[in-house]
């Protein structure tokens, strides 16, 4: 969908870094309290909002806290007392947190978190890696990745809309690759203020708010008694978050007149393609590329982007990689020890096409890690691979890594 002409007239375009969209996000959305504490590549959106504040364009509750923890813990509080939050981290710094990224999921606290995505140490690293993000993916929180500055403005929009619903109540995680995105500059359309008041409704917790007048008990301990009914509980708001998902991006796509088909995932040149590439964020530039020259040569090839990770479109993807010969999966990530020895995105797409009668064959990689550039050799490699597989007719596929110096 394109934008419209009367849109695009009340429009104003910038030239920032998905950071900086973030940040504008964060103050168009009214944000009451955000909580920062600088670790690489994240602390751009802090010091972005700090810029917004000081500059009077922003007026939160910024607090810079004295650890990753702190960070994590004021904003759970100040949810459930019915502040709308923002919060962020990166690789071993989201770790840091992980008592406060538990527990706000479990108190169905609709957080809203970016994760700029890098490495975990040791050694050190801050390129771009996706296992920070992926370690809450069975924890409760919803998980984003983005592409683009617009998209993690255009996310972040719809983040709080999702997270807040009073179906879904759950916190919600953007992940932005480190540096590819975070610190890299792009046209963005920053909508008027009036267009984000109408898509954007206030947070409301109606009678779950933690008030005085309200008496409710926050955090009890339940242990066997009640704790697998609030698991389920759990279970059933994350069911629900796929259609509010789904209610939440065409309502996007009709007040902002922008947005890919489906919220799901974004396919390129995919109609005719008998190979077709999967992967999340920003590999999907190199990826578009790739599939262009891989076309030239006459290889029908095409690419998907996976844009939520949680919930998992299950229904959606077996319908859209049913279709082709050959999937390539692309992981920035590792699970040592899993089947296959694969990286987490292979085993949820092998898992979700398992009951298919006719599935394509599969074909996991791993490539990119620290972030070491994915570069248009390291893609023939993977296409000459998945040629030589589908010759073989030989189903399981060894992991392979791309990129490895011998």
């Not at 813990?73 to 989201?94: L, P």
């Not at 527990?103 to 390129?127: E, K, Q, S, W, Y």
């Not at 890696?129 to 929180?141: F, I, K, P, Q, T």
């Not at 708010?209 to 697998?228: K, R």
């Amino acid at each position: 969908m394109t934008t419209s002409p009367a849109t695009q007239q009340q429009e104003r375009e910038e030239l920032i870094s998905g950071s900086e969209a973030i940040a504008i996000a964060c103050s168009m959305a009214d944000v009451d309290t955000i909580t920062a504490y600088p670790i690489r590549p994240y602390d751009t959106v802090m010091q972005y909002v700090s810029r917004l504040i000081a500059n009077g364009d922003f007026d939160c509750e910024f607090i810079v806290a004295e650890s990753e923890h702190s960070q994590f813990e004021i904003v759970k509080h100040a949810s459930s007392v019915g502040a709308r939050t923002f919060v962020g981290s990166s690789g071993v710094g989201w770790f840091y947190a992980f008592e406060a990224i538990t527990v706000t999921a479990g108190l169905r606290l609709p957080v809203v978190a970016m994760v700029g995505n890098r490495a975990l140490d040791d050694p050190g690293a801050f390129g771009t890696e996706h296992n920070d993000a992926l370690a809450v993916r069975d924890l409760g929180w919803l998980l984003n990745w983005v592409a683009t500055p617009q998209e993690a403005y255009d996310t972040c929009m719809m983040a709080w809309r999702i997270a807040e619903d009073s179906r879904v109540f759950l916190p919600c995680a953007i992940s932005c690759d480190g540096a590819f995105l975070t610190h890299s500059q792009s046209l963005v359309k920053v909508p008027p203020q009036k267009m984000v008041d109408e898509f954007l409704p206030m947070y409301n917790r109606g009678n779950l708010v933690l008030h005085p007048d309200n008496p409710i008990t926050v955090a009890p301990q339940v242990n066997e008694d009640w704790l697998m009914e609030m698991r389920k509980q759990t279970d059933e708001g994350m069911k629900r978050a796929k259609g509010v998902v789904e209610e939440t991006h065409e309502e996007f796509r009709r007040i902002f007149g922008r947005g890919t088909e489906s919220p799901w995932f974004e396919e390129y040149m995919t109609d005719d393609a008998e190979i077709c590439f999967i992967g999340l964020g920003t590999m999907s530039l190199p990826l578009r590329v790739a599939v262009r020259r891989a076309r030239d040569r006459g290889i029908k090839m095409g690419f998907i982007r996976l844009k939520w990770f949680r919930p998992f479109a299950t229904e959606e993807v077996r319908e859209a990689l049913s279709r082709f010969q050959a999937v390539a999966v692309i992981d920035r990530d590792y699970s040592y020890g899993s089947p296959g020895n694969a990286g987490v995105l292979f085993n949820e797409v092998r898992s979700a096409l398992y009951p298919l009668e006719k599935r394509p064959m599969l074909f996991p990689f791993i490539c990119g890690l620290g972030g070491r550039e994915i570069h248009q050799g390291d893609v023939v490699e993977m296409i000459d691979m998945v040629q030589q597989g589908l010759a073989s007719g030989k189903m399981d596929q060894q992991t392979e890594w791309i990129g490895v110096r011998r």
